[in-house]
């Protein structure tokens, strides 16, 4: 069975491949993004049509609110307290799905981003071959699937399955294709990828998508997997890969679902430990009791009085309430992650010591 889901699975990156070929990415990412387009595009006309204009006016309200109430701050707190700290790196954000926006917003100038989820790669076809009616449904759900990340600051994953498995913008890609427009990135090249179980590119069994785009960073490279993190998960070939970039890496974990808080997700967490010379994360993230202080120094921002709550309170850290009470953190403005209120957001920084 899982042989037959492989295959399935290839077949349909290939044909998402076949279907790129010959067409402009950076133009598909806009029209997705419901930005203008140049009147030499093969998508100019489509993006006269009713349906496109009013995604487009949606779009901007819908980046504008999340603009002021979550990225711009977020950039700017980058700026004051990462930054400095986080040049050319890769970035390693796992358990990310397609949420490309803080990874970007957070560390800048990465040179390689690499996230990982369990939800399908997908692609985008020939828009340039859709009706009025396709492109209004296609365009109507992709707002849908994201409309969470713009709320909230995080994907609800349940929600999200369903909303990828769209007839005409299925998985990730489209998302990670409209988040990047957003963020004034310039897509060059898309390229449907897979790892073998060593961690490199080839024929294997983890689907990928990687896509090299240019932002005022200069050049770079978006991977996205889909793969299983936990223990004995195909998750250890997108570990592999990321060695092969060096153990200088930054990492990021928010709305992590407190998944590295058990024994089930250890080697996830011990790669992060071992290969990120900076991390960024809020409670959800590797428990404080990891990062010994021999090796690493803390920062902590906002507030951390308990977790969300619900099936999460058994992961409530007694010891990251007595560290956030011994000092008097910086004050977040901004929502990261499960915590709807900025006031009760919390980050942690942590630098490697040696």
Known sequence: MNRIILIVTLLAVAAASRAAEGVNPNDQARFIAGLPL????????????????????????????????????????????????????????FYSGPDILYAKTIFPFASNYVLCGTEPVGGVPDIAAWDSATAAAALSNMRR???????????????????????????????????????????????????????????????????????????????????????????????????????????????????????????SRDFLLTNCRVIVQDDSGVPLRYFGSDRWQLRFFGRYTNTTGGIFAKYYQSDLAAAYAQVQPAPLDFQISYQFDPKEANLMVATRAR
Not at 52 to 66: E, G, K, P, V
Not at 145 to 165: C, G, H, P, V, W
């Open 38 to 93: 140049a009147e030499g595009s093969t998508l100019a006309g489509l993006s006269r049509d009713q349906a496109w204009q009013r995604h487009s006016a949606d779009l901007d309200q819908m980046w504008s609110r999340l603009e002021g109430r979550s990225l711009a701050k977020a950039r700017a707190w980058s700026s004051s307290f990462v930054r400095a700290s986080s040049s050319s790196s890769p970035c390693y954000y």
């Open 145 to 267: 699937s994201i409309n969470n990340l713009t709320r909230f600051a995080y994907f609800i994953t349940k929600e999200m399955r369903a909303d990828l498995n769209n007839n005409q913008l299925n998985g990730v890609t489209p998302i990670l294709y409209l988040f990047l427009a957003r963020l004034g990135c310039e897509i060059t090249r898309v390229d449907f990828v897979s790892l073998n179980s060593n961690g490199s590119l080839g024929s294997g069994g983890v689907p990928g998508v990687r896509i090299s785009f240019r932002s005022a960073a200069g050049a770079q490279t978006l991977y996205y997997f889909k793969a299983d993190l936990s223990n004995g998960g195909s998750g250890s070939a997108v570990m592999s890969f990321c060695r092969r970039m060096g153990s200088n890496g930054l990492g990021l974990l928010k709305a992590a679902s407190y998944l590295m808080h058990g024994d089930g997700f250890s080697k």
